[in-house]
């Protein structure tokens, strides 16, 4: 069981933590509970840069609780994690606010977009983390922020991307600005794919969703 798994599209909120139980130390926030007949105890601590670190220890043997971390255990350790599991998922619920994306550039445009538009991201596929989002006119679409395998880009690991809706005439020069790619899964001459790792300056990125917008809106 991984706790960023958990926590991954969720952002801390700061003033709910002592609310809930969490004793401040310096920058650290900690909090602990006993659970599964008081046999077990976690603690859990999230830092002033919302990193999250956690441990159960076995009370019988006041050692850690190791297979709190394995996958497919057996009926008794699938016991244990999901009463943990039960204290992570009320701590995200209670102290944490839902993000639609986990890169923090991603979500900055999503704050961009409803500003300027008023859109907020549609996942229309079950279980995607693909964003879209369409002209409230004539409601095609003229971006869509996606969670894709960075192998599609020859990338590695999982990485978020924006397509964008470009001019033609702007194709050739684009694709040699560093992270930004022919359109992944789109028509690769009219979009381009754009990386969201913070490695293009995102005023830039602003504009071109201000461009991909203005051209889908001359369409009918």
């Known amino acids: 069981m991984d ?27 900690t909090y602990s509970s006993v659970f599964f007949d008081n046999n077990f105890k976690c603690i859990i601590t999230i830092d002033k840069n919302g990193n999250i670190k956690d441990k159960v220890i076995d009370l019988d043997t006041n050692e850690l609780y190791l297979n709190i971390r394995i996958k497919n255990g057996n009926a008794f350790i699938n016991k244990v994690q999901e009463k ?25 445009l999503c704050k961009f977009i409803y500003s300027k538009y008023k859109d907020k991201p549609e996942f229309l596929w079950k279980n995607s983390s693909h964003g879209v989002f369409r002209n409230k006119r004539n409601k095609k679409w003229y971006a869509i922020i996606m969670n894709i395998d960075g192998k599609y880009i020859n990338r590695e690991g999982n990485i978020e991307i924006i397509n964008v809706k470009i001019d033609d005439a702007k194709l050739s020069d684009l694709l040699k600005i560093k992270g930004i790619y022919k359109a992944y899964h789109m028509n690769k001459k009219k979009w381009i794919s754009i990386l969201l790792d913070e490695s293009i300056d995102i005023d830039m990125i602003y504009k071109l969703i201000t461009d991909s917008y203005d051209l889908i809106n001359k369409l009918k």
């Open 3 to 29: 706790i960023n798994e958990i926590f991954k599209k969720y952002t801390v909120n700061y003033k709910k933590l002592e609310e809930f139980g969490f004793i401040k130390e310096n920058d650290n926030y």
């Open 84 to 108: 943990y599991k039960e204290i992570l998922y009320k701590i995200r619920e209670n102290c944490f606010i839902e993000k639609y994306f986990v890169y923090d550039t991603s979500n900055k």
